[in-house]
């Protein structure tokens, strides 16, 4: 019938399969946009008139928040459809998703104190933005230890999807987090509507740094899940095959 | 679809709602206590407590900043719209501090309207361009500070 492709897409097999044949020349364009937009905005960019070189931190600090955020919602989405048509791939994907989120969220948060203390004066204020994005690490962790707890998978990835759907309140708070109330981080720069109040020589490796965060992200995503397929499907058929294959390789 | 997903698809999306209607009405009601600083319009209007620590937030209001000659001893008026308060401070200012811009002070509001801070934090904008156009914008002329866009609860 008409769901059929979609059943195919929860495979983990089919998953693995494909990837595998992506992954050898995703993984390069990954690695070089990031090597490209990263060198960019740190070595090329101009100075910033007012904070000099130290808003430089802005190419590390706002595109793994942006990725934060946006991997949230993949992950409570790859939760809900879990819950919804019982299939193995989109828990091992939102599982995966917790431990690459967990380590943006980290990343944003430490470079965003890097960033605070030579401008506002502070490794941290508890700032509405600030709070709201410990919260959204603290999520992370929980969904991370949840699944660990349970001795039963079944009742474990049950239990971290729906404390994914439960938290997906927190990214639109803080994502207006700086309009709604006084607070001590500045607002967005970029706007989708509207024009951009930072400067295009600075706002185009921005640009290019947040797609090699996307694509990295993706890239960081498809290695943790393949890890987590053979991790929950190492008894079966097909990977016990692909080992006996891989080994027999190494062998010649 | 099938009848039994659907029904597993309107409890995940129920659970979605119910819970981000929760967490928004907890948020909702907390919103004077999420809030980092009064503006100083608050101060004005008399609606902040004296003698407790707090924060104000405000802009810079140029030429208010004045300097003792032997001492680390500063003042200098945040302003808004509609308020203004004077803030006494000792120690060092961070380097984003500057007139015609934001700062949010830590310190306590006395009786004689001079909020003393003991921490002074520098709010920078969202604004980001290479020296040469921000010289070019203001014409060549030194930066004129101004406090006209200071908006801090857009």
């Known amino acids: ?82 819950l919804i048509w019982k299939m193995k791939l989109p828990f091992m994907v939102m599982q995966s ?31 509405a933005r600030n709070i709201f994005m410990l919260i959204l690490l603290f999520l992370y962790l929980s969904i991370i230890m949840l699944g660990r707890v349970y001795p039963v998978r079944e009742a474990a990835d049950k239990a971290c999807a729906i404390l994914a759907l ?23 720069s970029i706007k989708l509507t509207g024009s951009s109040s930072i400067h295009p020589s600075m706002l185009y490796p921005l640009l290019l740094c947040i797609v090699a965060y996307y694509c990295f992200y993706t890239l960081s995503l498809i290695l943790y899940t393949r890890q987590e397929i053979l991790a929950r499907e190492a008894r079966t058929k097909w990977v016990s095959e692909l080992v006996n294959t891989q080994s027999s390789h190494t062998k010649d | 679809m099938h009848p039994v997903r659907k029904q597993r698809l309107l409890i995940v999306l129920a659970l979605v709602v119910l819970s981000s209607i929760a967490i928004g009405l907890l948020v909702f009601a907390l919103r004077e206590n999420i809030n980092l600083f009064y503006p100083p319009a608050k101060f004005s209007t008399g609606e902040v407590p004296r003698d407790v620590r707090l ?37 060092i200012l961070p380097d984003l501090f500057a007139e015609g811009e934001a700062a949010v002070v830590n310190g306590i509001w006395r009786e004689d309207n001079i909020f003393y801070a003991d921490q002074v934090l520098a709010k920078h904008d969202e604004n980001y361009m290479p020296p040469e156009v921000a010289e070019a914008m203001n014409n060549g002329e030194k930066h004129q500070a101004t406090c006209d866009e200071a908006k801090y609860d857009s």
């Open chain 1, 1 to 82: 019938m008409a769901w059929q492709w979609f059943h195919k897409l929860g495979s983990p097999r089919w998953f693995y399969e494909k990837t595998s044949r992506w992954l050898t020349w995703f993984a390069p364009l990954s690695v070089a946009l990031l090597l490209v937009g990263l060198t960019w905005g740190l070595a090329f960019a101009p100075v910033d008139a007012k904070q000099g070189n130290s808003y430089r931190i802005i190419y590390i600090h706002m595109p793994a928040a942006v990725l934060s955020l946006a991997g949230y919602y993949l992950m409570a989405i790859a939760g809900g459809i879990g």
């Open chain 1, 97 to 127: 998703a917790a431990y690459v989120g967990a380590a943006l969220t980290a990343l944003t948060l430490i470079t965003g104190s890097l960033w605070g203390y030579p401008t506002w004066g502070t490794f941290w204020e508890w700032d």
């Open chain 1, 166 to 188: 439960v938290g997906t309140v927190n990214v639109p708070i803080i994502y207006k987090s700086v309009d709604w109330w006084y607070s001590l981080h500045q607002p967005a």
């Open chain 2, 55 to 91: 924060r104000a937030g405000g802009c810079v209001q140029p030429g208010s900043v004045s300097r003792d000659e032997n001492s680390l001893q500063v003042t200098f008026d945040l302003v808004d719209p509609s308020g203004r308060l004077t803030v006494s401070y000792e120690g």
